[in-house]
């Protein structure tokens, strides 16, 4: 396969779609996740290389001059996030499609790159207030990353029509499963 299809999962930070996407990971083998490059720090269990290819400001900069990423951003004030085109072409290249777990600004800009090869799922919390609690129990982050994260979701929650679809996640089953059978539907026709 010189060149597969992409599913892009973005939603507001607790919303659910990392779950979603781990989800759909073990149920099609013919998926593969895109991992990113960051300049956060690696957060409990997350495995350099698997969940984020952890690197330098200095080094996601060197690479964004060497224009290496196919999208990137600053989520967060000083913390960097990015597609690498190596990522993709590699995940293509060994035969499979490319899963994205991505910020609503970066799906949107892969969405408008790929155009008809991509799919963009946005993925809805029952509200803003859930997320808030959902946000708050995860116990990662300091007070001040914690506010920006909350200000950043309520913005972000306003871009869900520009989506292809809207996956509300009232409940993890349903929402699973749902987004299984969407991604098989656009993957394989079926
Ligand atoms: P977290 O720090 O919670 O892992 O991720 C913060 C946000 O950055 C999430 O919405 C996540 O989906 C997004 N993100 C992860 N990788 C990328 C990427 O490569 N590009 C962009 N634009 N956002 C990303």
């Given at each position: 396969m010189t060149q597969g299809k992409l599913v892009i999962f973005s939603?507001?930070?607790?919303?659910?779609?990392?779950?979603?996407?781990?989800y759909l990971l073990s149920r099609i083998p013919e998926l593969e996740f895109s991992v990113s490059a960051t300049t956060r720090e690696s957060r409990g269990s997350e495995e350099n290389?698997?969940?984020?290819?952890?690197?330098?400001?200095?080094?996601?900069?060197?690479?964004?001059?060497?224009?290496e990423f196919v999208e990137f951003e600053e989520v967060y004030s000083g913390t960097f996030y990015?597609?690498?085109r190596s990522e993709i072409q590699r995940i293509w290249d060994s035969g499979?499609?490319?899963?994205?777990d991505i910020d609503v600004e970066g799906g949107l800009r892969l969405r408008k790159k790929f155009e008809d090869d991509a799919l963009a799922i946005f993925v809805q919390p029952p509200s803003?207030?859930?997320?808030?609690q959902r946000l708050g129990s995860?116990?990662?982050d300091s007070e001040e990353k914690l506010k920006e994260r909350i200000g950043k979701?309520?913005?972000?929650?306003?871009?869900a029509d520009r989506f292809d679809i809207i996956l509300p996640n009232n409940?993890?089953?349903t929402a699973c499963e749902e987004a299984e059978r969407i991604v098989r539907e656009f993957l394989f026709g079926k």
């Open positions: 939603a507001p930070s607790g919303a659910g779609k990392t779950t979603i996407v781990h290389n698997k969940d984020y290819y952890f690197i330098s400001k200095e080094e996601f900069l060197h690479k964004v001059a060497k224009h990015g597609t690498l499979k499609h490319v899963v994205f803003l207030e859930v997320l808030i995860r116990g990662t979701a309520g913005k972000e929650l306003t871009y409940d993890l089953t």
